[in-house]
């Protein structure tokens, strides 16, 4: 599943041939739905914006729609008449002079009164957005230190998205890494510092994923590894969907266990589980 990063990239793309623009087409492909298109015909978009995974195109008469992509969703941005080479089933098309933004396989489209949207079931549960360019570490910091979430293991808190939305599978591994943290360890355990530096790491990976087009590995070994003709799927993360590897960090073999259903990778040297007696906060 696409996480934040790459829903926003989505969204910047979309963004720059959709808003102020008027749109001379909108096509529903759910039955459900079609009737809507006559909604939007002959209406300037004013805005693309991402909530976490969730994506709003917001138009000019109050109106917007809302997409999630799901597992298997995707977009796609082509010259008018011009639709990609692909067997995915085209969902949701949006038309303008001279382009169209394209909405594959997604499962989850609907269309909401602008000023109704605090009232969708997954919009009004989410916690802030991991992108949001005014969101500071010490709020993540202070949102780990709530007692809902305080209690949590971080594997499962780290795919919650009323705790931060944007947050998934790789995020997750790679987050935990860069704060040296077990998964299996709750807020309520840590120190201080250990709050701080986790609270950092989520901020700067979900950054420079967004940043890069997917790479959280740090600048400088990203850098080494293409200047050592390793691919992009090589150097991307320093964990994830590295299990058998050596580590970066201490040369032990990278891990794959799965928690709340979903794969994680770690390294139980560089993030070692706490011991029986030590999971005491400050300890």
Same mark, same amino acid.
């Given at each position: 599943m696409p996480e934040g990063p790459e829903i926003r990239r989505a969204a910047d793309e979309i963004a720059q041939v959709l808003e102020g623009r008027v749109v001379e087409r909108v096509s529903f492909a759910h039955p459900p739905l #079609? *009737? *809507? %298109?006559? #909604?939007?015909?002959? #209406? #300037? $978009? =004013?805005? $693309? =914006?991402? !909530? %976490?995974?969730a994506l709003l195109t917001h138009f000019d008469h109050g109106w917007t729609i809302y997409s999630h992509n799901q597992l298997y969703g995707v977009w796609h941005v082509a010259k008018r008449g011009s639709l990609p080479d692909t067997k995915r089933s085209l969902r949701l098309r949006l038309t303008t002079a001279s382009h169209e933004a394209l909405l594959y396989s997604a499962s989850e489209i609907s269309v909401w009164r602008t000023d109704e949207l605090d009232q969708h079931p997954f919009l009004s549960r989410l916690g802030p957005d991991i992108l949001n360019e005014n969101l500071e570490w010490r709020t993540i910091t202070a949102l780990l230190e709530e007692p809902r979430f305080a209690g949590r293991q971080l594997g499962a808190l780290y795919l919650d998205q009323t705790f931060l939305a944007g947050l998934g599978n790789y995020l997750r591994s790679e987050i935990l890494f860069a704060a040296g943290l077990h998964p299996s360890m709750t807020p309520s355990e840590l120190t201080r510092g250990q709050l701080g530096r986790l609270a950092r790491s989520t901020l700067d990976l979900s950054r420079r994923s967004y940043l890069t087009g997917g790479i959280t590995n740090p600048p400088a070994r990203a850098r080494k590894l293409e200047a050592a003709d390793a691919s992009f799927g090589q150097r991307r993360f320093a964990v994830f969907e590295r299990e058998g590897l050596a580590c970066?960090?201490? %040369?032990? !073999?990278? =891990?794959r266990i799965d928690i709340s259903t979903r794969r994680l990778y770690l390294c139980k040297q560089c993030q070692q589980a706490p011991n029986a007696g030590a999971r005491q906060r400050g300890l």
């Open positions: #079609r *009737h *809507h %298109g006559k #909604r939007f015909k002959g #209406r #300037r $978009v =004013e805005h $693309v =914006e991402t !909530r %976490g995974k970066y960090e201490c %040369g032990v !073999r990278i =891990e």
